[in-house]
């Protein structure tokens, strides 16, 4: 008599954790017990069934079922020298013994009644299972269980659960056609049952079947027996196969049949954010968010598609929120601040800086962004501490050197700022800006030689530098070689137009020169000085956001 099975085992039981997988397996391991009670009608063990050893089994089946594994172990251990060579005693405790997490004892146990009945299809199944379970504490035990199950096959090839949990194990090994040749064995009707479908379709994209796994897909999502875990257990292997249009198709249809978890939420908007759709990335995630409530990481992951959007006030918005519910989570401040940055709002950039920098001192991107942000401020000293924490932090980075270096010239030590200087202008990245400091701080202390050489290996560098023309434009202009000052200064403002040193050194040289330019000029350095200015009010306003 060949047991039949209630339901198929679920796929993504075999990945989850000990304590979960026993708890939900062994559900199934007490209805294959239960072979037992067809077992005396087996010719192939050549038994008959004595009623009172058959009546004692049954009782201790029905008390584990009950959870009362105890007196189960108890009736049995009564009956040991009894049933010491009855395979149905030996499968039953093996069940006990696995119950109790005595992985080794159910093992033995379950070998022992395979021994006695080399046909008792409940205790390979068992035995199988109990491997998958243990699979953390014996490296070999999926080995082990693949092979229990083919040893079943080969007098039982038609068996529905032994052929799903081997095409399962070969699955994960990689072998696919293999996996695919037991599924082909199962029912019809059990081809179609979701788990099946999920494990076909994790084996066609293994095999870079993309019209067969399309197919299959769309009856996955199309069962009445789907469920999340069907999905979750084929995105692995689609991710791996470079398929991320059937990933997001997958999701998809799961959050249409509301089936979708807040974690699949989430994965769907992270393949969304992947492919910059940051409007399905923002409605999918506030749906987490409205599922979860204050669930500060998706807070994180709004404020970013919110910033990337464009919308930076909903960013500080989403910030707010999560800065709320974690204060004293630096990561929130120093986005909050970076997202002020963008927006020109400087007292809440360098108070939100100030508070990440306070809270995780050693983060070198902390010290620099607040030292970028300080450098801007009245006095620019405040910057220099958090840079040469960043140059501590980061000794092979000549951009911090090279920040250094300026917040040392912005605070007019010139000294040290040449020393800075003459380390980071021999790298690339650093170079152009290295020689314009150079340049220019030979052109205030009045050496013009040194100045020009200075300027114009910053322009060699980088030709497209309108600070280091319009600088070499004032040099020209103090020498009163105004040809040469106009032409610098106009090359500057082509680069850019409201570069402030161009445009008033310009007009500041046509009134020297009486040029009848002059009054246009001003009028059009007034205007690029009033934007300025609006900029400036800008950086000092502050906002107040509220979740």
């Known amino acids: 008599m060949v047991l039949r099975l209630v339901a198929l085992p679920r796929q993504d039981d075999l990945e989850v954790s000990h304590v979960r997988v026993v708890r939900l397996r062994f559900r199934t391991l007490l209805i294959w017990a239960s072979a037992f009670m067809s077992l005396w009608a087996c010719p192939a063990i050549g038994q008959s069934a004595p009623t009172a050893s058959n009546e004692i089994l049954r009782r201790a089946q029905e008390l584990i079922q009950k959870g009362n594994v105890a007196e189960a172990r108890s009736l049995l251990n009564d009956g040991q020298n009894k049933f010491a060579r009855d395979p149905a005693y030996n499968n039953l405790l093996g069940v006990i013994e696995a119950r109790e997490g005595n992985y080794r004892s159910a093992e033995t146990n379950f070998q022992q009644a395979i021994q006695l009945a080399p046909n008792f299809t409940g205790a390979y199944l068992n035995l199988g299972h109990l491997y998958q379970e243990n699979a953390t504490k014996d490296s070999l035990a999926s080995q082990k269980a693949l092979a229990i199950y083919q040893k079943l096959l080969d007098f039982e090839p038609s068996n529905t659960e032994a052929n799903y949990q081997a095409a399962a194990l070969l699955e994960r090994k990689g072998s696919f056609k293999a996996s695919l040749a037991h599924l082909t064995r199962l029912p019809p009707a059990a081809q179609e049952r979701a788990q099946a479908l999920a494990l076909r379709l994790t084996d066609l994209a293994g095999l870079g079947e993309r019209v067969q796994a399309d197919d299959v897909a769309g009856r996955l999502l199309a069962c009445q027996d789907l469920t999340e875990a069907d999905v979750v257990s084929v995105l692995p292997r689609v991710g791996t196969s470079h398929r991320e249009d059937l990933s997001v198709r997958l999701l998809e249809g799961l959050a249409s049949r509301n089936l979708a978890s807040p974690s699949s939420l989430q994965q769907l908007a992270q393949v969304y954010k992947k492919q910059k759709r940051w409007d399905f990335a923002r409605s999918t995630l506030e749906k987490v968010a409205q599922t979860k409530g204050n669930f500060v990481p998706v807070l994180l992951d709004l404020a970013f598609v919110a910033n990337e959007q464009g919308d930076r006030k909903g960013a500080l918005g989403y910030l707010a929120h999560a800065r709320d519910l974690e204060p004293q989570n630096a990561a929130i401040h120093f986005f909050f601040g970076m997202v002020c940055v963008e927006e020109n709002l400087a007292q809440e950039a360098y108070t939100s800086l100030k508070k990440a920098l306070s809270l995780n001192p050693n983060n070198p991107y902390y010290n620099y962004a607040f030292g970028a942000v300080a450098l801007q401020r009245r006095d620019p000293r405040e910057a220099i501490p958090a840079f040469q924490k960043y140059c501590a932090l980061k000794p092979k980075d000549p951009q911090g050197k090279f920040s250094l270096a300026v917040t040392h010239f912005y605070s007019r030590d010139y000294d040290a700022a040449r020393k800075e200087l003459e380390v980071v202008v021999k790298f690339p ?62 090359q500057a403002l082509t680069l850019d137009s409201d570069n402030y040193n161009a445009n008033f050194n310009l007009m500041v040289m046509y009134q020297r020169t009486k040029d009848a330019r002059a009054k246009a000029q001003t009028a059009r350095f007034e205007a690029v000085k009033k934007r300025r200015a609006e900029r400036q009010l800008e950086m000092l306003r502050t906002i107040e956001v509220r979740p």
């Open 429 to 490: 990245e650093t170079a152009a800006g290295a020689h314009y400091f150079l340049g220019r701080m030979a052109n205030q202390e009045g050496d013009f030689t040194l100045a020009g050489r200075e300027l114009k290996l910053a322009l060699e560098v980088n030709p497209k530098y309108p600070d280091a023309h319009a600088e070499l434009g004032v040099l020209h202009m103090k020498q009163r070689e105004y040809a040469l000052a106009e032409k610098a200064f106009s």
